[in-house]
C-alpha cells in the first residue's frame, strides 16, 4: 500500500509540474524567448533591439514582446507560442486556433501589436517621421491556416528574412535612431509599471474598450466609428483612418 502511495503522489508531482511547465504564462515567456534568441543575430550598430518592455502612458500601460530599431524604422513583434491550427484574419476581433478537433479563441494579435504601436508613437511623437512596421511570430508547432492579412504574420525562422526585406529607403538619421533607442532604454530601467498591474490595467481597459465601442467610440484614439462596407461585407471603422485601423464588425 505505501508503495502505492508514493507512486500515486510521484504522478500527482509528475502532472502538476507538466502543467506548470506548459501554462500559458510560461509557454509565453518560452516563445518570447526564442525569438530574442533569434533577434541577436540583429544586433549590431544597423539594429537595436529590446525585448519585453513595458511603456506607460496616460491612455494605460502597454507591454510589448520585442522592438527592433533602425535606419527603415521601428519594428514592432508580437510573439505568440501555440501549437494546432491557427485562422485568422486581420479585422476579426479573435482568431482561432484548433487542436485535435477542439476550437478556441484568442485575442487577434494584430490588433494587440497595434495598441503596442499607439503607446510607442505616444512616447515618440516628436518622431513623426517614422515608419513602423508591425510583425506577429508564431512559435511553437503552430501551423498557419487560412490567415488573412497585409501586416506580415509568420513563423519564427522567417523573422530575420522578414525584417531586412523592409530594408529599403531611410527614414531615420544614426543619430535619431540613438536618440530613439536611449529613450526606450530609459523607459526600460524605470521602475513604473509591474507585470501585475499591467494586468490589471489590461482588464481595466478592456471594459473601458467595450463602453467605448457601446458608445461608437474608437478605444484606440478616441475617433468616431462609422458604418462602411468593404470585401467582407459590412463594418464599423475608425474615421482616422489609415492613420488608425481599428475596426470593428
Known amino acids: 500500500m505505501e508503495i502505492l502511495f508514493i507512486i500515486g503522489i510521484a504522478i500527482a508531482i509528475l502532472i502538476s509540474v507538466v502543467y506548470r511547465l506548459n501554462a500559458p504564462k510560461r509557454k509565453g515567456a518560452k516563445g518570447e524567448y526564442r ?4 533577434l541577436r543575430r540583429l544586433q549590431n550598430e544597423e539594429f537595436k533591439v529590446f525585448n519585453d518592455v513595458i511603456i506607460s502612458t496616460r491612455y494605460g500601460s502597454s507591454q510589448i514582446d520585442h522592438i527592433v530599431i ?3 524604422g521601428i519594428f ?8 494546432g491550427w491557427i485562422h485568422g484574419n486581420e479585422n476579426s476581433e479573435y482568431w482561432s486556433q484548433t487542436l485535435y478537433k477542439k476550437k478556441r479563441k484568442f485575442r487577434n494579435p494584430i490588433r494587440q501589436n497595434w495598441s503596442h504601436i499607439y503607446a510607442l508613437k505616444k512616447v515618440l511623437s516628436d518622431f513623426k517621421q517614422v515608419s513602423y512596421h508591425p510583425i506577429i511570430v508564431f512559435t511553437g508547432d503552430a501551423k498557419l491556416k487560412n490567415i488573412n492579412s497585409e501586416i506580415p ?3 519564427r525562422h522567417e523573422l530575420i528574412r522578414t525584417i531586412k526585406d523592409k530594408n529599403g529607403i531611410p527614414n531615420l538619421s544614426i543619430e535619431q535612431v540613438d536618440i530613439i533607442t536611449e529613450r526606450i532604454h ?3 530601467k524605470q521602475k513604473g509599471v509591474t507585470k501585475k498591474e499591467h494586468i490589471r490595467q489590461v482588464k481595466k481597459h478592456a471594459l473601458e474598450k467595450k463602453r467605448r465601442e457601446k458608445a461608437f467610440v474608437c478605444p484606440w484614439c478616441g475617433g468616431e466609428l462609422v458604418a462602411r462596407k468593404g470585401e467582407y461585407g459590412k463594418f464599423y471603422g475608425c474615421s482616422n483612418y489609415p492613420r488608425c485601423k481599428y475596426t470593428r464588425k
Open 35 to 38: 525569438v530574442a534568441r533569434k
Open 70 to 72: 533602425s535606419i527603415y
Open 76 to 83: 514592432v513583434i508580437e510573439t505568440k507560442n501555440y501549437t
Open 153 to 155: 504574420v509568420i513563423y
Open 186 to 188: 530609459r523607459i526600460s
